[in-house]
C-alpha cells in the first residue's frame, strides 16, 4: 500500500484522512488507513487545512453557523461592545451557556445601565488566502476521486488493482494536481468561486426533518474532457481544475447550463433526498 500524495509506502499508516475536516461537520466522506500516510495526513492539518479553517471569514462561519471542531467546540468570537469595549463571545453545543459572552467589568456595568447593548463582530471577513484554498481544494479533489474508486470496489483486492487506487498514484498527469496539494508548486493556480445560495438555506431531507446544510461536493466530467471539483460549503461553491491550473471551461459550463451548479443538476438533482424549505 502506498500513500496517494507522496507515494510512499503506508501500510503502517494508522490515520484515517477526512476528505473535509471534521471541522466543518464531516464524519462520513473519510478515507481508510493508509491511503493518505500518517505524515501527509499531519501536514495537511498544520499546513493546509489549520490555515484554511482559522481564516477570519471561516471562523465567523463557524461560530455564527455553530460548527464544533473535533473537541465539540465552537470556535470564539472576538467583538467591540458599546464601540470601545472588547469583548470575545462563546457558543456551545449544549448547557445553560449558549451565548455566553466574556467582557470586561466597566462593560459589564455600561450593560445594565443601558439594559442591553449589541457586539458589533467587524474585522471577520477576510477569506483565506488564493493559494491555501486552491491547495485545500487539490488535496480534497484527489482525495474524492480515491473516495469514489473505494466506494466502487467490492474487495480490497480490486482496490489495489491497476485501474484502483493505484491507478491514481501512478496516473502522471495527476502529478500537477498532487504536487499543488502537497507543496503548492503552482502558485497561481486559479479556482472559481460564487455563492449558490445563502449560508441560513433552509434544507428539508426525506423524512421531513429539518437539516443544515455544511457542506456538499462532486466531481464534474465535462462534454470536452475536463474534470472538475466542485465543494460548497455554506452555499459558497469552490472549483477547482483536475487538470491544470485553467478554470475557464467551468465558466464555459455554467453558460452552457444556465448559471446551475453541478451540486444541484443533472444527476444530483434526480438523487438528491433534500429539498430546500420554502422562504
Not at 143 to 166: T, V, Y
Not at 209 to 230: A, K, P, R, Y
Amino acid at each position: 500500500m502506498r500513500c496517494l500524495f507522496c507515494k510512499n509506502d503506508s501500510s503502517t499508516s494508522r490515520s484515517v484522512e477526512h476528505i473535509i475536516p471534521e471541522s466543518l461537520g464531516n464524519t462520513s466522506k473519510v478515507l481508510p488507513k493508509g491511503i493518505v500516510c500518517d505524515k501527509c495526513n499531519n501536514y495537511f492539518a498544520r499546513k493546509v487545512e489549520q490555515p484554511f479553517l482559522e481564516a477570519p471569514a471561516l471562523k465567523s462561519l463557524r461560530f455564527h453557523q455553530t460548527i464544533p471542531n473535533k473537541r465539540r467546540r465552537v470556535p470564539p468570537l472576538a467583538g467591540v461592545f458599546a464601540s470601545e469595549f472588547p469583548v470575545t463571545s462563546y457558543r456551545y453545543l449544549e448547557g445553560p451557556f449558549a451565548g455566553l459572552v466574556d467582557m470586561p467589568p466597566e462593560a459589564i456595568k455600561v450593560l445594565f445601565e443601558r439594559k442591553g447593548g449589541e457586539i458589533i463582530f467587524s474585522g471577520h471577513t477576510e477569506p483565506p488566502s488564493d493559494r491555501i484554498v486552491s491547495r485545500f481544494l487539490a488535496k480534497a479533489a484527489l482525495e474524492s476521486m480515491a473516495l469514489r474508486i473505494i466506494e466502487a470496489c467490492k474487495d480490497i483486492k480490486n482496490l489495489h488493482a491497476p485501474d484502483g487506487i493505484d491507478y491514481l498514484i501512478n496516473e502522471t498527469q495527476l502529478d500537477l494536481l498532487r504536487n499543488h496539494a502537497r507543496r503548492g508548486e503552482t502558485p497561481d493556480w486559479p479556482y472559481h468561486s460564487r455563492r449558490i445560495y445563502d449560508p441560513n438555506e433552509k434544507w428539508i431531507d426525506e423524512f421531513g426533518s429539518e437539516v443544515q446544510m455544511v457542506h456538499e461536493s462532486d466531481i464534474l466530467q465535462t462534454n470536452w474532457g475536463e474534470w472538475f471539483f466542485v465543494l460548497a460549503i455554506f452555499g459558497l461553491e469552490f472549483v477547482i481544475n483536475c487538470g491544470g491550473p485553467s478554470i475557464e471551461g467551468y465558466s464555459r459550463w455554467i453558460t452552457e447550463n444556465n448559471g446551475d451548479s453541478p451540486l444541484h443538476s443533472g444527476k444530483n438533482k434526480l438523487h438528491s433526498k433534500l429539498r430546500r424549505l420554502p422562504s
